[in-house]
T-cell receptor, first 112, second 114 residues
Framework: GQNIDQPTEMTATEGAIVQINCTYQ??????LFWYQQHAGEAPTFLSY????GLEEKGRFSSFLSRSKGYSYLLLKELQMKDSASYLC?????????????FGKGTKLSVIP | NAGVMQNPRHLVRRRGQEARLRCSPM?????VYWYRQLPEEGLKFMVY????????ESGMPKERFSAEFPKEGPSILRIQQVVRGDSAAYFC????????????FGEGSWLTVV
């Protein structure tokens, strides 16, 4: 089975940096995803990590440590529009499994 | 460059009625996934389909729920005899290949059972 934990809510200031953590316990692992979801809208793909290390994409970076079952999403130069829920999701390793297991999401509020 | 299209966006049904949710994948995508999001819960996988085939329905409730992806037309998630607990957001996603690591989500269909 899969278990994914991430903080429920976070608040950060415009222009600052925020790190959203995600820990997972899985029977197998085949990649970790981060999605952004504004209220009432579709989850939007942000990043995918399958190997250890940091993946940088503009203001957003994602880090993975498979040995620790740990990932984080780093958002730099925060903007008000970054206020959203951030979803961590894991793809299991079982053969033929194409489903993602999502955490409950972290609701980020960016304040002036 | 249309994304994943879902309709209706909002649907209200009385208990016992049927709900039909439709999903048109992105152009060129032949893999469709349905997820359900209950209030205060994460997205939960329901079913994975390719054209005319159900590949993995391990997340589908055993009764009242069914899904199809015909050769022509959108994928349809059907919920028969809806109950209040079916009230949720239902998201469809698509990908070009099952092994691809970018899965695109639609904007969801919000079902309210009254």
């Amino acid at each position: 089975g899969q278990n994914i934990d991430q903080p429920t809510e976070m608040t950060a200031t415009e222009g600052a940096i925020v790190q959203i953590n995600c820990t997972y316990q899985t029977s197998g692992f085949n990649g970790l995803f981060w999605y952004q979801q504004h209220a009432g809208e579709a989850p939007t793909f942000l990043s995918y990590n399958v190997l250890d290390g940091l993946e940088e994409k503009g203001r957003f970076s994602s880090f993975l440590s498979r040995s620790k079952g740990y990932s984080y999403l780093l958002l730099k130069e925060l903007q008000m529009k970054d206020s959203a829920s951030y979803l961590c999701a894991v793809r299991p390793l079982e053969a033929g499994s194409y489903q993602l297991t999502f955490g409950k999401g972290t609701k980020l509020s960016v304040i002036p | 460059n249309a994304g994943v299209m879902q309709n209706p966006r909002h649907l209200v049904r009385r208990r016992g009625q049927e709900a039909r949710l439709r999903c048109s994948p992105m152009k060129g995508h032949s893999h469709v996934y349905w997820y359900r999001q209950l209030p205060e819960e994460g997205l939960k996988f329901m079913v994975y389909l390719q054209k005319e085939n159900i590949i993995d329905e391990s997340g589908m409730p055993k009764e009242r729920f069914s899904a199809e992806f015909p050769k022509e037309g959108p994928s349809i998630l059907r919920i028969q005899q809806v109950v209040r607990g079916d009230s949720a957001a239902y998201f469809c996603a698509s990908s070009r290949q099952s092994s691809r690591n970018t899965i695109y989500f639609g904007e969801g269909s919000w079902l309210t059972v009254v």
